[in-house]
């Protein structure tokens, strides 16, 4: 049975698991030759517990940032705004930087992060989203590495919120519409 105010689980937990362990083999392998660390750069809240389990799947040297944008406030239209509410520590100039993203629907949210790091003269930056909901894709965005491609649906847990709430779920969850 899912959880109150969710109307059915669309990953299980296991299936995120064997998706976590993928993309840790394909990021491990696409950055086995570089001679330095890797950045790893999540963006909160969303990403925050599949970053937890990413970087314990990809097999090398790496440190960690966060950045926040503000998108969709706290319901489920977007606003089409978007400004950066807490800043990297680090400088990503002339460093191999992977961005890390819960989901990527119109594309707005990550095509914007994705220029504004471009700016900051990083050595190379590639892009990885847990989830991928292309059906309503309106700004371009090339993934490198893509987790699970879903239909369009709000989907809640495994770090992803509605109002804030639900991200504690375990799985991938389609919330109730009523
Ligand atoms: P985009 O800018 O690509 O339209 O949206 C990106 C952001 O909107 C995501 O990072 C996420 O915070 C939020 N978002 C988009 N679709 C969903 C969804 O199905 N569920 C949840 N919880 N957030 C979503
Ligand atoms: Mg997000
Ligand atoms: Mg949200």
Redesign the pocket.
């Known amino acids: 049975m899912p959880d109150a105010g969710i109307d059915r689980v669309l990953i299980a937990e296991d299936e995120i698991a064997r998706t976590v362990r993928r993309l840790g083999r394909e990021i491990t392998t696409c950055y086995s030759g570089i001679d330095r660390e890797l950045v790893v750069v999540g ?1 909160l ?3 925050f517990v599949f970053l937890a389990d990413l970087i314990r799947a990809i097999r090398l040297p790496l440190v960690v940032d966060f950045i926040s944008v503000s ?2 406030g706290d319901g ?1 239209v ?1 606003s089409g705004e ?1 400004k950066v509410t807490l800043d990297l520590e680090q400088s990503v100039e002339d460093r191999d930087v992977l961005l890390v ?12 992060v994705i220029r504004m790091m471009r700016s900051r003269r990083p050595r190379s930056l590639k892009v990885c989203t847990f ?1 991928d ?1 292309p059906s ?4 371009e ?1 090339d993934i490198d590495f893509c987790g699970i491609t ?1 239909p369009d ?4 847990g495994y770090g ?3 109002a804030q709430r ?1 991200r504690n779920l375990p799985y991938v969850g389609v ?1 109730k519409t009523d």
């Open positions: 963006l809240r969303g990403s998108t969709y489920i977007s978007l993203e819960d989901i990527v629907d119109t594309g707005h949210t990550f095509s914007h989830l909901k309503r894709r309106t700004c965005v879903i649906a709000f989907v809640c992803l919120d509605f639900y919330l």
